[in-house]
Nanobody, 122 residues
Framework: QVHLVESGGGLVQAGDSVRLSCVASGRTDSSYVMGWFRQAPGKERDFVASISKTGINTIYVDSVKGRFTISRDRARNMVFLQMNSLKPKDTAVYYC???????????????WGQGTRVTVSS
């Protein structure tokens, strides 16, 4: 019903900045909380950040506070994740997701993108 496609990932060096993008198609007339999650090889998919339906309220996992910024453009059906001061521990596949209720649990997000890989080298 809702298709999400991420882009912007790649191979970067520690300290670099990258902005990930997510574009939604399909039933984009509905209002969703949008979230970013990430998954490192062999690990669980973890919550990174979310933004409210209006774009006013944001939530971040402690490890990215002050470095990452989530934003959205309702008119373009897009969500962004600006990542500054990247660290090797940020290396993961990043996914955007849509939810009616939000939260930090991936189970609350029924729609997911295919992911975009970010590799941060030392």
């Amino acid at each position: 019903q809702v298709h999400l496609v991420e882009s912007g990932g790649g191979l970067v060096q520690a300290g670099d900045s990258v902005r990930l993008s997510c574009v939604a198609s399909g039933r984009t007339d509905s209002s969703y909380v949008m979230g970013w999650f990430r998954q490192a090889p062999g690990k669980e998919r973890d919550f990174v950040a979310s933004i409210s339906k209006t774009g006013i309220n944001t939530i971040y996992v402690d490890s990215v506070k002050g470095r990452f910024t989530i934003s959205r453009d309702r008119a373009r059906n897009m969500v962004f994740l600006q990542m500054n001061s990247l660290k090797p521990k940020d290396t993961a596949v990043y996914y955007c997701a849509a939810s009616w209720v939000g939260g930090s649990s991936g189970a609350k997000y029924p729609y997911w993108g295919q992911g975009t890989r970010v590799t941060v080298s030392s």
